[in-house]
């Protein structure tokens, strides 16, 4: 196979200090409505300016406006004020659903189209996405790909993200990336990601990024029918997140607050990356971080078996 090549700059030395919140950028792709460009850029800037320097893309999110719009966003900024993370392993078209690509020569071209989406030539982190159905060819093809554009200074950082615990840790056994992002599998609903992959990347000296701490939406607003897995909640989970809602409102403190903070505490997770689609969600969400939590709360929730007894707490 002919390997393509990608025109870059240069990220320097690899691995950066990651801030405690990122931005997550699918909303702003439109990923549950349509979201106003002046809004999406709005959002964008509000987040850099109250310290949420990481900002996480992929094409996958809108068939590439989310990158679009980020690009947009951050085409009059100083590249060294924040950190860029985008994604590879689908393509996307405006006309298709998107389609597997964790090829070289697929790697190669997504990097080349978020490139332009995103107005840079280099990427800070670029994760492997999604690669359920297709590990084995994740592990083969497009990590070795990604420790060579590492090599060369392409990008800083390597990973991967998945919303399965349990595939990430395979790929991380089997792999040499620096970063994971897991998608709702360490929240204060579901903490899954404890036993296994929590304490390898501790031991390897992996950066965690947790993802999808409301667990869709769901820790937002616990109610019927809310989303849970981009899916309506089933009865039994609902009851779940119910209690800790009513356990949070016992020592006044708002859901979302605890669903935040909680995953900060193990020392595999360095950021929490939370979505926003408002200039006034980014600053929500970047209150609820600081809100400072009674420790009687965290001992009723593991009393009350939600969760693990061993889980760190903030």
């Excluded at 690669?131 to 990604?146: C, F, K, N, R, S």
């Excluded at 809310?226 to 899916?231: E, G, L, T």
């Amino acid at each position: 196979m002919k390997h393509r090549s990608v025109a870059v700059g240069s990220v320097g030395a690899g691995r950066f200090p990651l801030p405690d919140l990122g931005l997550g950028c699918a909303p702003i792709g439109n990923l549950y409505t349509a979201v106003d460009p002046d809004v999406a850029e709005a959002t964008v800037h509000t987040a850099l300016a109250l310290g949420s320097t990481l900002l996480d893309t992929a094409p996958k999110y809108g068939n590439g406006l989310s990158e679009q719009r980020l690009g947009q966003a951050l085409a009059s900024l100083d590249r060294n004020s924040y950190q860029l993370a985008t994604k590879v392993g689908w393509t996307v078209t405006k006309s298709r659903p998107p389609a597997p690509a964790f090829s070289v020569d697929g790697v190669l071209r997504s990097l080349e189209a978020s490139m332009q989406r995103l107005r840079t030539d280099h990427f800070d982190i670029v994760y492997v996405h999604d690669p359920d159905d297709h590990l084995d060819q994740a592990i083969t093809e497009t990590i070795p790909v990604l420790e060579r554009l590492r090599d060369e200074g392409v990008i800083g950082t390597i990973g991967a993200g998945m919303n399965s615990d349990l595939l990430l840790t395979e790929l991380v056994r089997r792999t040499d990336v620096d970063r994971v992002l897991i998608a709702g599998r360490y929240t204060l609903l579901e903490q899954g990601a404890r036993s296994a992959l929590l304490p390898l990347c501790l031991e390897r000296g992996i950066d965690v990024i947790a993802a999808g701490v409301f667990n869709s939406g769901l820790l937002a607003d616990p109610r019927p029918g809310a989303p849970y897995n981009y899916q309506p909640v089933p009865e039994e989970i609902l009851s779940r997140a119910l209690r800790l809602k009513e356990i949070c409102s016992r020592h006044e403190v708002p859901l979302r607050a605890a669903a935040l903070q909680f995953p900060t505490a193990h020392p595999a997770v360095h950021t929490v990356l939370i979505g926003a689609a408002h200039p006034d969600e980014v600053a929500d969400n970047v209150a609820l971080a600081k809100i400072q939590l009674p420790s009687a709360l965290w001992s009723e929730l593991q009393e009350a078996g939600l969760i693990d007894a061993e889980s760190p707490v903030p």
